[in-house]
């Protein structure tokens, strides 16, 4: 199903700022943040399954606030409690976490703009054809621009085809979650 493009969209004009984001880029764009979320929940599972009923390991791991802090958390329990091969894959797994997690983190931290949905009187009163939006730079950004027009405002060129396979990438890495760990054989 994430390999096509939704064919129907609601309306956009309830909302007080109307994105010049294109349906199908927003839609890919709740994809990764629906998909994020079922991680962040098997994350949270597997570490309570860990943690057992180990009050110690409950307290400090309610401690914990960032991504990073909990992964690490994560990655300790299972070298500690678990045997090869799972701490090598655990391993390995950690890190694909926190490589989409930092896409992740751009994807819905970042001030999306620069698109132009067709169809959209507001927006695109003109009728011209659909074009992708672009993560906006933030002032801590520290880079340069190369240019003085307006594309020295823009971060990441992320079309909807590759916001899309990271929301697909984001669906294998929940379902190699599941197979992972929450089998009978951690």
Do not use: C
Not at 104 to 110: G, P, S, T, V
Not at 120 to 139: C, F, G, K, M, V
């Amino acid at each position: 199903m994430l390999d096509k493009e939704p064919l129907w969209f609601p309306s956009r004009n309830r909302f007080a700022y109307n994105p010049a984001i294109p349906d199908r880029q927003l839609w890919a764009i709740g994809m990764v943040a629906t998909q994020w979320s079922m991680t962040e929940w098997l994350l949270e599972a597997e570490i309570r399954k860990l943690a057992g009923a180990n009050s110690e390991l409950i307290e400090k791991h309610k401690a914990l606030r960032s991504l990073r802090e909990r992964l690490d958390f994560f990655e300790n329990r299972i070298q500690e409690t678990s045997q090869e091969p799972l701490r090598s894959r655990a391993s390995s797994f950690v890190g694909r976490i926190r490589n989409l997690s930092s896409k992740r983190n751009e994807i819905l931290h970042r001030m999306w703009g620069g698109g132009m949905p067709s169809g959209d009187s507001w927006n695109n009163p003109e009728d011209y054809p659909e074009t992708d939006a672009a993560l906006l730079r933030q002032h801590r950004d520290k880079y340069k621009a190369k240019s003085d027009d307006a594309s020295a405002t823009i971060h990441w060129r992320l079309t909807f085809s590759e916001t899309r396979k990271i929301a697909v990438e984001i669906s294998a890495l929940n379902r190699d979650f599941i197979m992972l760990f929450m089998s009978d054989q951690s």
